[in-house]
């Protein structure tokens, strides 16, 4: 026995655009079903021959399945109301399963916003399957109805489904529920509390800061505590006391290095301008004799808070270091005062360090590194000419170069020149196998 089509749906069908007559609104529910039923055969058809493998665990077969969940979608929306049923099968086992959530998986193809008075009421109802796969589309149904929906169900759902209410609002970064799903930060739950730190990154709740404070003080698993910074990083600007609620997680103890370099960064926004106990943590960083990634950054940090001596501090040190016989060929020296020097805007000074990188090291990777520097450097000089030059002295293909500009405005308004692409276009047939 199939599960009953959702009343939504019918509306759809029976108000659908082919329709040739008016419908009363007496008559609606009438000319739903019977629509439903002539549609239901093409539906059958056009789904069965999918059936067996959506049958299929999504995990194991995870590569064979994503191309019929593809083939499935591209059918269109009229399997929506056969894929809604396959959501609420009659009996449980683990080929159900799989086939409703993979149903599941096609419908998020398909526009849930489309059908999402469907996957309310299916929400909100008693099939165990059906129900949590409902919470799940309802996570890629960007409209105000399904972000109250969600929001309703914090209340009424506990465990792996409250972990799915916050993720499905994670996706919508719906940031108004935020004050509704922090409190779960003092969770036993280690999984819903990253599930909400994941929210809060996303999301970008503003309203709720103090209380994501109070929580970092109490977490329990140092595990999570990048993720806090994160959120105080997307969420915060010129804060003091979140500024000084961050002081302490610099401590090596409490991150690892790479989380320490975020949070110094961070701090550039985070903290208020001339923030004292902020900029008197970078000292200790560049007084320490450190010349790593963390005190280059530490003394970037310094500057966007209007303190200049802590570029001058690490120039120092780095030229320092740099005068000693033993190390004046040390790529990793010049690497960091490069960075400093980039960081600063100092773009020439930039470029003489990245060709000294390339001349002492060995390393692929360091002089790659290098290369880059020197073509967003050149970049940002205006430097077409130069730019060609290392783009062709470095040995680049066309798709590296055009990575460059992926996450660099100033690369990427530069690849759009007409010399620039004329050298890209020759590269490009120079690459193309003969």
């Known amino acids: ?34 629509r439903a039923e002539r549609s239901r055969p093409r539906q059958v058809a056009a789904l069965e021959p999918f059936l067996a493998d959506l049958a299929l665990g999504y995990q194991e077969n995870q590569l064979f399945l994503d191309g019929k969940i593809a083939e ?14 396959k959501l609420q099968p009659a009996s449980g086992g683990e080929p159900a399963r799989n086939l409703a959530g993979n149903c599941r998986r096609v419908l998020e193809r398909l526009d849930p916003a489309s059908f999402v008075d469907a996957l309310a009421e299916m929400a909100r109802g008693n099939h165990e399957i059906a129900r949590p796969e409902a919470i799940r589309l309802l996570g890629h149904a960007g409209t105000p109805q399904s972000v109250l929906v969600l929001t309703d169900l914090l209340d009424q759902t506990t465990g792996e489904e409250k972990r ?10 719906a940031a108004a529920p935020a004050t509704k799903i922090v409190p779960a930060l003092g969770s036993n739950d280690r999984q819903l509390r990253e599930e909400v730190l994941a929210y809060l990154v996303a999301a970008r709740p503003r ?42 997680l610099l401590d090596p103890e409490k991150l690892d290095w790479q ?47 209007g303190d200049r001596q802590g570029v001058t501090k690490l120039q120092r040190t780095l030229n320092d270091q740099l005068r000693r016989p033993q190390r004046k060929r040390e790529p990793g020296l010049y690497e960091q005062r490069a960075n400093l020097s980039f960081a600063i805007e100092d773009y020439g ?13 060995e ?11 020197i073509a967003k450097s050149e970049a940002r000089r205006k430097k077409t000419a130069n730019l060609l030059k290392a783009l062709k002295s470095s040995g680049m293909t066309v798709g590296e170069i055009e990575l460059l500009g992926l996450d660099d405005p100033v690369v990427r308004e530069t690849l759009q020149q007409d010399k620039v692409r004329a050298f890209l276009q020759q590269l490009a047939k120079d690459e193309a196998p003969k």
């Open 363 to 373: 390393g692929p990777a360091m002089t790659r590194r290098a290369w880059i520097g």
């Open 1 to 34: 026995m199939r599960a009953p089509l959702p009343f939504a749906v019918c509306l759809t069908l029976a108000i659908a655009p082919s329709a040739t007559a008016q419908v009363g609104l007496g008559d609606l529910a009438r000319v739903c079903r019977e």
């Open 259 to 305: 989380d320490r370099l975020r949070l110094v960064q961070g701090l550039a926004t985070i903290a208020p301008k001339d923030h004292e106990p902020t900029t008197r943590r970078m000292h200790e960083i560049l007084d320490s004799g450190d010349t790593t990634t963390l005190a280059v950054q530490a003394a970037v940090t310094l500057r966007a808070l």
């Open 207 to 248: 309203q709720v800061v103090e209380f994501v404070l109070q929580a970092l003080g109490a977490e329990r698993d140092t595990r999570l505590l990048p993720q806090y910074v994160e959120y105080f990083i997307a969420a915060v600007q010129e804060h003091d006391g979140v500024a000084r609620g961050l002081l302490w």
């Open 164 to 173: 799915l209410v916050v993720r499905s609002l994670r996706l919508l970064r």
């Open 349 to 361: 000074d930039a470029i003489a360090d990245y060709e000294k990188i390339i001349e002492y090291t």
């Open 72 to 85: 499935a979608a591209a059918i269109g929306d009229g399997l929506v109301p056969l894929l809604l049923e």
